[in-house]
């Protein structure tokens, strides 16, 4: 694998972002408030939620004023995990194009990203548009 065999066009639908707690964050807003620019996202235990940052901040907060979101986005977590209620809310409010991967007994570290990612990626994979000569087999 590697980048060299996903390429991606200029136009939005063939973008997606994908990150890990804070980087989960910043992927999960960046799509909901450039969605002409990204087509899904990923966060990996995404911090979607944080008092800290303010509710003009929170991605949470994006989607319930977001009456239809054209992104989507994989909002995947350990049950362990803070981010775990926020992204379950997060489906609720809009599952038509938000989806949940919750690992049970699973908590806010490397050991559950490596095994979210080995379904995160084929999922951000599958909601990009692929250009011609995309796979190489």
Same mark, same amino acid.
């Given at each position: ?5 996903? @390429?991606?066009?200029? !136009?939005?639908?063939? %973008? !997606? ?5 804070? !980087?989960?964050?910043? $992927? /999960?807003? +960046?799509? +909901?408030?450039?969605?002409?620019? &990204?087509?899904?996202? =990923? ?9 800290? %940052? ?10 319930? *004023? /977001?009456?239809?979101?054209? =992104?989507?986005?994989? +909002?995947? /977590? ?5 981010? $775990?209620?926020? $992204? ?8 038509? #194009? &938000?989806? /949940?991967?919750?690992? @049970? !007994?699973?908590?806010?570290? %490397?050991? =559950?990203?490596? *095994? +979210? ?5 084929? %999922?951000?994979?599958?909601?990009? =548009?692929?250009? @011609?000569?995309?796979? #190489?087999?």
């Amino acid at each position: 694998g590697g980048a060299g065999q996903l @390429p991606r066009g200029p !136009g939005g639908d063939q %973008w !997606g972002l994908m990150g890990y707690s804070t !980087g989960g964050y910043c $992927a /999960t807003k +960046l799509a +909901l408030q450039n969605d002409s620019l &990204f087509r899904a996202a =990923v966060s990996l235990s995404g911090d979607l939620e944080n008092p800290v %940052w303010g509710k003009q901040n929170s991605a949470l907060d994006i989607a319930r *004023k /977001t009456a239809s979101p054209s =992104v989507y986005l994989l +909002l995947a /977590t350990g049950d362990q995990d803070a981010e $775990a209620s926020s $992204a379950s809310e997060m489906q609720r409010l809009h599952p038509d #194009k &938000f989806r /949940t991967m919750i690992l @049970p !007994g699973a908590a806010h570290n %490397w050991g =559950v990203w490596r *095994k +979210l990612m080995d379904s995160a990626l084929p %999922w951000l994979n599958k909601h990009v =548009v692929a250009l @011609p000569g995309d796979y #190489k087999k």
